[in-house]
């Protein structure tokens, strides 16, 4: 029994609430974020360290034991991804404490941005699937409403495409769950993984397999993408910096699960349907990298980039790639909410959003330019940070599996990321001031510290590799060997 | 709706009351048999839209002066802190308790903690609902 599994859900919920009695006074609003927050980054490291004690650990609620209950799971991974996501939410938050508007925090803003950090940590420890299904409602009904706030044409636009899109996509979720749970009889990802085992992976469980594919597909940005730059680059800053650096990663992530946990005895859909989806999401999202100069859209199809890379890591599917896509996961959450807390920095500062009209603001602003260049290096993969690390290992991943085409793909994004970064860089921060030292806008250090720390985070992440490899390890070993989980879950009832 | 409607308000006056006690039966009979906190909330609520339909928003606010919003708020946080007090007992989180009780006028009752985990559950539903009539019905 190991209650403090649930805290990453339940606080974010508990100080959702609380926030919703406290909308006269943002002041207090303020305050119990920043306690609440705090405390779930110290659970979150706690839960890491338990794990790496006491193996994978489980809750059963209500005390109904697997695979009749409803259960969280902690395992390295899951555990790893708490973490890196509590962490950044956090930063995300105490800098939206300084640039949200007051209207929008008068109208539940924060109780909402605390939903969606309760979802996204609900669904990485959830242990079943139609709970991960609730996990991804309760995470996407904040966003709606996160996306929507404020209003403005353009972003209701986005916002009907992004929400028609979800609902579709969860109604494929359920549907999918229906078929599963009509064919193995059970819901426990453990007890669905024995069973799939048991049974062999036949056409009626591939095409299920392929339909969970396209779900999470639809929510990872993987090849169906087409949703995701327009209502990425239209809420402001901090909103779509928790968007960008949560969302899509949960996709990723139970992509991860599943495949590794449950359906990972068809070869063919795992390197020829998700390494081609990979592929052409990394050419799709380079395309648009290059394509587009309005900043924010430059910025969207980076987080494509980067979900296709992801990807190639499950393709590959051997434990050094999965190495690889584990720390660039955590890399990739840290790098976008910095990459887009910045350009909406940008956006608010000069007031335009294309890179052809901004020029010279190094001179305005140094510190925040230093701080791009240190995003574009990351993005990059230039070796003391953090992306450096996870793309070695999912080439060396690549190389051991023989995937050169993939690992070509793979390296050759870094390059377009590179070129697209400095492209925003360039234009905007080199060349002539367009804005007055007097006319400035400010921008003062308590917004300035929250992005900076992002920055420090995204050194320490790759100067202290070392530190983190033995519970990424652990991390991969889970992955690699499906009977660990299934074990740790079903182990005592006996399947 | 403004001429013709003695029939309409004489009725909802005396029907309210009966769904009010459907619900609440609803709600209660679902710890054994089918209701519970889910449909005893929609079947109260269904009470309160009604009396927002047959007269209008600011008379009903009169009667029942309750921000809907917090309401629903706070029926969530009931039924997560009935599942957290559990996990204070060194329980698993969400684990319910019943006992039988020799109540003055009832005799032996059964009473169980999941009934408050359920009144969250009414709570919400309760609050959602008329949240989001009162806001459709707004625009119009």
């Known amino acids: ?495 | 709706m403004k001429e013709n409607d003695v029939i309409l308000r004489t009725v909802t006056r005396v029907v309210v009351f009966i769904i009010l006690t459907f619900g609440v039966e609803l709600f209660l009979s679902g710890h054994h048999n089918p209701g519970g906190g889910f449909v005893g909330g929609l079947v109260l609520s269904s009470a309160l839209v009604l009396l927002y339909v047959v007269f209008d928003i600011e008379t009903v606010h009169q009667g029942v002066p309750f921000d809907f919003r917090k309401i629903a708020a706070f029926g969530a946080m009931i039924s997560l802190l009935s599942g957290t007090a559990a996990a204070v007992l060194g329980k698993p989180f969400l684990t319910q308790g019943f006992g039988y009780f020799d109540l003055p006028i009832f005799g032996l009752t059964e009473l169980a903690t999941v009934t408050v985990f359920e009144a969250g559950v009414a709570l919400t539903v309760i609050g959602t609902v008329v949240t989001i009539i009162l806001s459709i019905s707004k625009d119009v």
């Open chain 1, 1 to 495: 029994m190991n209650n403090i599994l649930v805290l990453p859900m339940l606080l974010p919920l508990l100080t959702g609430f609380v926030l919703f009695f406290l909308r006269p006074s943002v002041k207090a609003q303020k305050i119990v974020s920043i306690l609440s927050l705090l405390s779930l980054v110290a659970v979150s490291v706690r839960i890491l360290f338990k794990v790496r004690e006491d193996g994978i650990i489980r809750l059963d609620f209500g005390g109904w034991e697997p695979p009749f209950g409803i259960l969280f799971v902690g395992d390295s991974f899951s555990a790893l991804m708490v973490l890196t996501a509590s962490a950044v939410s956090t930063l995300v938050i105490a800098y939206s404490f300084t640039s949200t508007e007051r209207r929008m925090e008068n109208m539940f803003f924060y109780p909402f941005a605390f939903f969606l950090v309760a979802g996204v940590n609900g669904s990485f420890l959830t242990g079943d699937m139609f709970n991960l299904f609730v996990c991804f409602e309760v995470m996407l009904l904040a966003s709606y409403v996160l996306i929507t706030l404020g209003g403005g044409k353009v972003r209701l636009a986005e916002s009907m495409k992004y929400i028609a899109i979800n609902v579709v996509a969860s109604w494929f979720f359920l549907v999918a769950l229906a078929f599963l749970y009509g064919t193995v009889g059970t819901l426990n990802m453990a007890h669905i993984s024995v069973r799939v085992a048991e049974a062999g992976q036949g056409p009626l469980l591939s095409a299920i397999a392929v339909v969970f594919l396209i779900v999470f597909a639809l929510k990872a940005g993987l090849f169906l993408y087409f949703w995701l730059p327009g209502s990425y680059s239209s809420p402001p800053g901090p909103i779509a910096a928790l968007f960008a650096a949560l969302l899509t990663k949960v996709g990723v992530y139970a992509m991860f699960r599943t495949f590794t946990l449950i359906f990972y005895h068809d070869e063919f859909i795992i390197q020829t349907i998700i390494g081609t989806m990979a592929v052409l999401t990394i050419i799709g999202g380079c395309l648009g990298a290059i394509a587009y100069t309005d900043i924010r859209q430059i910025a969207s199809y980076n987080v494509i980039i980067a979900v296709g890379f992801m990807i190639i890591g499950l393709a590959v599917f051997n434990e050094e790639a999965f190495k690889g896509s584990v720390f660039y996961l955590i890399h990739d959450m840290v790098i976008k909410a910095l990459l887009f807390l910045i350009v909406g920095a940008m956006v608010y500062l000069t007031g335009k959003t294309k890179i052809t009209e901004m020029s010279g603001l190094i001179r305005n602003y140094p510190v925040l330019g230093w701080l791009l260049f240190l995003t574009t290096l990351g993005l990059a993969g230039i070796p003391p940070l953090s992306g450096f690390i996870g793309k070695m290992y999912v080439g060396l991943g690549a190389v051991e599996g023989g995937n050169y085409f993939l690992l070509f793909i793979g390296f050759a994004s870094s390059l377009v990321v590179l070129y697209s970064m400095l492209r925003i860089f360039m234009n905007c921060f080199w060349g002539e001031t367009i804005i007055n030292r007097e006319d400035q806008r400010l921008f003062p250090a308590r917004r300035l510290i929250p992005i900076a720390l992002l920055g420090v985070l995204t050194v320490g992440i790759g100067v202290g590799a070392q530190a983190l490899e033995p519970f990424v390890s652990d991390a991969v070993r889970v992955m690699a060997n499906p009977d660990l989980y299934i074990d740790a879950i079903l182990g005592e009832v006996g399947s």
